[in-house]
C-alpha cells in the first residue's frame, strides 16, 4: 500500500497564483512528515519538515504547511509562486524507521 | 562543510555486469541512506547504514547490497545489472546520531546509471 500519495503529478500555474500541493499518508503511528524540493538541475533539499508540536510549519523561500492529524494529510503552500519556483516536489514521512517518498509533483510556473 | 559527494556521477553498464557506486557524507554524519529514482516510481528507499551496520532496508532484490566504513563514507553494490535497474542513485547522509529513524537528510546529486 502507497504509504505517501501525492496528488497531483503535475501542476502548471502562473507566477502570483496560489499554490497548494496535496499529500496524504497512510500510517497510524506518529509520524515525522517533510516537503523536499528538486529544482532543475539540483540536489533535492529539504523544504520544511513537522516532527512535533504547531502543526503549521514554515519553511525556505515563503512555503509552509499544514499537519491535519484527521485528515492524514501534510499539504504544501504558497501564496504567490515565482518562475523560480519550477521544480519537483516530494513529500515525505518517517515510518519504521525508513524515509517513504511520495512519487513527487513536477510545478512548472509560467512568467 | 563539504556536501554529500557521490562517484561516478554517470555510468553506463550492459546487461549482467556488475557495478559499485560511492557516497562520501557530510563530515560528522554517521548516517547514510541510498535511494533509486526513477521517473515511473519516484523514490524508493534501498537501505540505510549507521556506524557500519545496515539499520534499515527496503523492498529491493538481493542483488542491491551496500556497505558503510568506519569514516561513514559507504558504498553500494549492484550485481547481474538489468535494464529495469537503470535509474538515478542518490545517496543521503543525516546527522541523526542515535536510536530511531533519521531525520533530515542531506543528498547528494545522484550517480545516473544506464543499462544497456
Known amino acids: 500500500a502507497q504509504s505517501v500519495s501525492q496528488h497531483n503529478h503535475h501542476v502548471i500555474l502562473s507566477e502570483a497564483a496560489s499554490l497548494e500541493l496535496g499529500c496524504n499518508y497512510s500510517?497510524?503511528?506518529?509520524?515525522?512528515l517533510f516537503w523536499y524540493v528538486q529544482y532543475p538541475g539540483q540536489h533535492l533539499q529539504l523544504l520544511l519538515k513537522?516532527?512535533?508540536?504547531?502543526?503549521l510549519v514554515k519553511g525556505i523561500k515563503g512555503f509552509e504547511a499544514e499537519f491535519i492529524k484527521s485528515k492524514f494529510s501534510f499539504n504544501l503552500r504558497k501564496p504567490s509562486v515565482q518562475w523560480s519556483d519550477t521544480a519537483e516536489y516530494f513529500c515525505a514521512l518517517n515510518r519504521d524507521d525508513k524515509i517513504i517518498f511520495g512519487k513527487g509533483t513536477r510545478l512548472h510556473i509560467l512568467p | 562543510k563539504a556536501g554529500v559527494t557521490q562517484t561516478p556521477r554517470y555510468l553506463i553498464k550492459t546487461r549482467g555486469q556488475q557495478v559499485t557506486l560511492s557516497c562520501s557524507p557530510i563530515?560528522?554524519?554517521?548516517?547514510v541512506s541510498w535511494y533509486q529514482q526513477t521517473p515511473g516510481q519516484g523514490l524508493q528507499f534501498l537501505f540505510e547504514?549507521?556506524?557500519?551496520?545496515?539499520?534499515n532496508k527496503g523492498n529491493f532484490p538481493g542483488r542491491f547490497s551496500g556497505r558503510q566504513f568506519s569514516n561513514s563514507r559507504s558504498e553500494m553494490n549492484v550485481s547481474t545489472l538489468e535494464l529495469g535497474d537503470s535509474a538515478l542513485y542518490l545517496c543521503?547522509?543525516?546527522?541523526?546520531?542515535?536510536?530511531?529513524?533519521?531525520?533530515?537528510?542531506?543528498f547528494g546529486p545522484g550517480t545516473r546509471l544506464t543499462v544497456l
Open positions: 513537522y516532527f512535533s508540536g504547531d502543526p
Open positions: 500510517y497510524g503511528g506518529t509520524v515525522n
Open positions: 547504514y549507521f556506524s557500519e551496520t545496515q539499520r
Open positions: 563530515s560528522g554524519h554517521r548516517s
Open positions: 543521503a547522509s543525516s546527522p541523526h546520531g542515535g536510536a530511531g529513524p533519521p531525520g533530515e537528510q542531506f
